[in-house]
């Protein structure tokens, strides 16, 4: 008797998924099939792997090789951070970037003409008007930097935070003030969402246009389009409260903004929006090239499957 073939892997779409979830204490690995956290007294928790875009492990979390497999096999990815989410040590890359991708950003970055055009892009997306003409790309990053101080200030005083200025360690946590560790909590979890989403349309989040020279350039660029709209006010209504366990309540204020937002159905389609803006040609994939880590054999299209 023929024993039933499985199904083919048919990855969610990033734009389907919920945005991120944090593990901080517990064993994960693939019991029975199922990706599960086990913890400290034997219980199981079983998490939706496929349906996740980015999962944040803490300290206190050790992973399976078997679990590692299975997230990058459904296109989860697994971003090793520091307490609350202010320190990224490592993450994974499911799926496999596309080359001819990675080239079309790299050839924008290396333009200094359409690198231009994608950072005015960047501006007047972020503060919905078009940027000063006749500005290279160090002033228009200055020009930013005063407008975002401007923008703190203006958020403290309507949620009634005392805000001196943005500022924290990220070695000794507990020493920041309450606004600060609101924001770096809130900032983190809009962070790894849109690694999750660069990855997934198959970039580089390193090659980056206003930011550069640090592993998530790409990730801070394309998340300034969004916090401003998104975590930044949720930080401050959190700090406003002053609750026991700030951190926790940014994090679930988040994920119900990020929904509310729809902000996954957004973000890949705003990266490519910046970067058509630099006016060049998109290189096309070799004849040779290696098949995506993930096919889609069934045609589905969207450009929210890794690959």
């Known amino acids: 008797m023929t024993l039933p073939i499985l199904p083919p892997l048919k990855p969610l779409p990033i734009k389907d998924r919920i945005s991120v979830v944090y593990v901080e204490r517990g064993n994960l690995d693939v019991i029975d099939g199922a990706f599960v956290v086990v913890d400290a ?35 989860c990815l697994l971003v090793w951070i520091g307490e609350a989410g202010v320190r990224l040590y490592a993450a994974g890359q499911p799926g496999g970037a596309r080359s001819d991708r990675l080239l079309y950003q790299a050839k924008l970055a290396l333009d200094d003409s359409a690198r231009l055009k994608v950072v005015r892009k960047m501006y007047a997306l972020r503060f919905k008007e078009e940027p000063p003409e006749r500005r290279s790309v160090e002033q228009l990053r200055g020009i930013e930097g005063v407008r975002v101080r401007k923008m703190y200030e203006l958020l403290a005083r309507q949620y009634g935070v005392e805000w001196k200025r943005r500022n924290y360690d990220h070695t000794e946590w507990e020493s920041g003030d309450l606004p600060n560790r609101c924001l770096s909590s809130a900032t983190a979890c809009i962070y790894g969402i849109c690694e999750a989403a660069i990855l997934a349309a198959g970039y580089a989040p390193a090659v980056g246009f206003i930011h550069t020279g640090k592993p998530q350039s790409f990730v801070y660029d394309i998340a300034d389009i969004f916090k401003f709209e998104t975590v930044v006010p949720v930080a401050f209504r959190i700090a406003a409260k002053k609750p026991r366990d700030p951190e926790r309540e940014v994090r679930l204020a988040c994920r119900d903004a990020f929904r509310q937002s729809k902000l996954l159905d957004k973000i ?40």
Not at 48 to 75: F, K, Q, W, Y
Not at 270 to 286: Q, W, Y
Not at 294 to 304: A, F, T
């Open 41 to 75: 007294t034997g219980v199981r928790t079983h998490i939706p792997i496929g349906m996740v875009a980015c999962l944040m492990l803490e300290p206190g979390a050790r992973v399976s090789h078997a679990a590692v497999v299975l997230a990058a096999r459904v296109g």
């Open 268 to 307: 890949i389609p705003t990266i490519e929006e910046v970067l058509a803006a630099g006016e060049l040609e998109r290189p096309k994939a070799h004849e040779e090239a290696v098949e995506i880590a993930i096919p889609n054999k069934d045609g589905l299209g969207d450009p929210g499957l890794r690959g």
